[in-house]
């Protein structure tokens, strides 16, 4: 059935059946508006993830975790051992 068919129909309806039609216009109204919102939030995620696989000082998201992996493991044998200190350099020159 068309929309002008619908349309047509519509003045033959009950009160009753019109506004069951309406809800029904409505609720799909609104099923479509949280379809977009979801979508729209899935493609803000997707933006940001792919922002932060950027790669950061010439390393990927990958190489970026392992480096601090390996600084967060070297401080806490450092503290472990009793030699840790404040850093005060440069994480440029760190890396």
């Known amino acids: 059935m068309s929309a002008s068919e619908i349309i047509k129909e519509l003045p033959k309806l009950s009160e009753a059946e019109r506004r069951a039609v309406l809800n ?17 939030a899935a493609d803000k995620q997707a933006a940001e993830l792919d922002r932060l696989e950027e790669p950061a000082y010439g ?30 350099g440069s994480i440029e020159e760190a890396l």
Do not use: P, Y
């Open 24 to 40: 029904k216009l409505r609720e799909l109204a609104v099923r479509n508006e949280d379809v977009r919102l979801c979508e729209q």
């Open 59 to 88: 390393f990927s998201a990958r190489e970026m975790r392992k480096i601090a992996q390996n600084l967060h493991a070297k401080a806490k044998e450092e503290i472990r051992s009793g030699r840790g200190s404040e850093f005060r």
